[in-house]
């Protein structure tokens, strides 16, 4: 150490009061907490109950699914049969195709006929349309 | 139920305890380097009191940063480089320099009540020639004569290669002894 370091040293050798880390604990204690020390504690509490949730979703108890019970039919129908207890189907919602106009439909028994030995008198296309309802 | 709130509590727990642990290592960085922080600071604007204003406006912003400075290597490279920047800043706003540049004087009166005139006159000297130096000189010069700080800790401090401090180091060295008419 040279006579230039010696003065550096003795130059800067300055201590500060002693009251001086006291003032800094009372500025400190005075500051408002530090948002990003808030943040992790939000991220935590948050993180907890969001663990709770899912653990209980995991864990927790199931709504009972119906158990499809088949009976097996025996080759001779002296036993009582029980029926087959299909699992309820999720209902769905299925798109209704609309028809221009209801389809209706006319037996044969009901259809006029003839006498024997008549002469069938002529029918046009209207009046298979009128009798049977149906447009092509 | 219970034992969700029994979670929730020791998590609180926790929380509370990492806070504390916090506060603690903050009080320890507090302990270690406040003198640092207030040299850092009276190397520019050379008064107790504005040294000590300087360096606690420091820590309160390294306060609340201090989820990012936990560190303690980081954290005095840190507070170094804010202690300076916040010296230089109330240097520059200060509009009655004269008259602080005048009470240094009686300052380094009192302080070296002791010393001979000379050892005054050399003071004043060393301070005039340390602010002429450029502000990276200075800072190299200010830390490398602070708290025994070798090279190394230096380059630390200022997040430098350790050449560069040594470079800058003797280049300010050069120049003081340059303007120091007593050190030839």
Redesign the interface.
């Known amino acids: 150490m040279d006579a230039l370091d010696r003065e550096l040293a003795h130059a800067l050798a300055v201590d500060p009061s002693p009251e001086f880390v006291a003032r800094v604990r009372a500025r400190v204690a005075n500051e408002p907490a530090p948002s990003s020390w808030r943040m992790p504690r939000l991220l935590m509490a948050a993180g907890a109950v969001a663990v709770v949730i899912v653990a209980v979703a995991v864990v927790g108890p199931r709504p009972q699914e119906p158990v499809a019970v088949h009976a097996v039919r025996p080759a001779v129908s002296a036993a009582p049969i029980i029926e087959a207890v299909p699992p309820p189907r999720p209902v769905r919602r299925r798109r209704v195709r609309r028809s221009p106009a209801p389809i209706q439909l006319v037996s044969i028994a009901d259809m006029p006929t003839a006498p024997i030995g008549a002469v069938a008198p002529a029918m046009t296309f209207d009046d298979v349309v009128t009798m049977t309802g149906v447009h092509p | 139920m219970h034992e969700?709130a029994d979670?929730?509590a020791a998590?609180a727990i926790?929380?509370g305890s990492?806070?504390r642990a916090?506060e603690q290592e903050?009080?320890a960085r507090?302990?270690e380097s406040?003198?640092l922080a207030?040299?850092v600071a009276?190397?520019v604007v050379r008064n107790?009191e504005d040294?000590?204003d300087v360096?606690?406006e420091a820590?309160?912003k390294a306060?609340?940063?201090?989820?990012?400075l936990r560190d303690r290597q980081r954290f005095r490279a840190w507070l170094v480089r804010m202690t300076w920047r916040l010296a230089i800043d109330r240097l520059r706003s200060d509009r009655r320099r004269e008259a602080r540049e005048l009470a240094q004087v009686n300052t380094f009166s009192e302080?070296s009540a002791e010393q001979t005139v000379e050892g005054q006159r050399?003071?004043v000297e060393?301070?005039r020639a340390?602010d002429a130096l450029p502000e990276k000189l200075r800072i190299v010069?200010?830390l490398?004569?602070?708290e025994?700080h070798d090279l190394t800790e230096v380059a630390a401090l200022l997040r430098l290669p350790v050449g560069t401090v040594k470079s800058r180091l003797f280049l300010a060295?050069r120049r003081?002894?340059e303007q120091?008419q007593w050190?030839r």
């Open positions: 969700l979670r929730l998590g926790v929380v990492v806070d916090l903050f009080e507090l302990l406040s003198k207030f040299r009276y190397s107790r040294a000590e360096a606690q820590f309160a306060y609340r940063s201090f989820h990012q302080v050399r003071s060393l301070w340390i010069t200010v490398a004569s602070i025994g060295r003081l002894k120091l050190m």
